[in-house]
């Protein structure tokens, strides 16, 4: 079955640190891969996704995310973090093709972003 | 441009009692889903629907009912509210399905005594 894990449920850096936050995934064939963000009593939104093509995306505020089939890894970095990157981060995964058809989320990792 | 909007933000209920959450979307997208947020569970996809009339199961559906009767609304109700309830729901709807991608609502904080 499908899964995604994300390494390290709280991660904190300083603000102007590299942000690195690590998702992989379990399939043999890759899935369709996103990074979601939720800030505090809001709902996720999309901060970039993978589905063909170039395996390094850019997504919002700065983030981006490179896809490596050899490793069923797809890693959120930022060059510098800013105190707004406080939140937690959610990887998805979608199944590619297939009768089952669902975005299954990883447990999700909080960011805490010191001054 | 509301997106998805979620009614109520909060609600306590003792247990027994029974509650519908509604979720609304003006974006007249096809796909809407309910899933619940838990600590260190990340979230877990309760109940789908793929287009008006249409509803399927999805992780976790026990205890829970859904209905789609008009595109724009997901309903999910919960016919007699247990503790194990007590959790974040969160509403989201995409345009075509589980490769686009999925808007959410601010959630509803749901406490269950």
């Known amino acids: 079955a499908q899964s995604v894990t994300q390494l390290g449920s709280h991660v904190s850096v300083s603000e102007g640190a590299l942000v690195l936050l690590r998702c992989n995934y379990s399939s043999s064939v890759p899935p369709y891969l996103f990074w979601y963000v939720q800030y505090p009593n809001q709902g996720l939104q999309l901060l970039l996704k993978?589905?063909?093509?170039?395996?390094l995306v850019k997504g919002i505020n700065g983030f981006e995310a490179e896809f490596k089939k050899s490793e069923t890894s797809f890693h959120l970095t930022k060059p510098s973090a800013h105190m707004s990157d406080a939140a937690e981060y959610f990887c998805?995964?979608?199944?590619?093709?297939?009768?089952?058809?669902?975005?299954?989320f990883g447990t999700g990792t909080l960011l805490a972003v010191q001054p | 441009n509301a997106g998805v909007t979620q009614t109520p933000k909060f609600r306590v209920l003792k247990t027994g009692q029974s509650m519908t959450l509604l979720c609304a979307q003006d974006m007249n997208h096809e796909y809407m889903y309910w899933y619940r947020q838990d600590p260190g569970m990340g979230l877990r996809l309760i109940h789908y629907s793929v287009g008006e009339g249409t509803t399927a199961k999805g992780e976790v559906p026990d205890g829970y009912n859904v209905s789609r009767l008009k595109k724009q609304n997901f309903l999910l109700g919960l016919e007699s509210a247990a503790p194990s309830q007590t959790s974040v729901y969160f509403c989201?709807?995409?345009?075509?399905?589980?490769?686009?991608?999925?808007?959410f609502g601010q959630g509803t904080r749901l406490t269950v005594v």
């Open positions: 989201a709807s995409s345009y075509q399905g589980w490769n686009t991608e999925a808007f």
């Open positions: 993978y589905t063909t093509g170039a395996t």
């Open positions: 998805a995964v979608s199944p590619v093709g297939g009768a089952t058809n669902k975005l299954i």
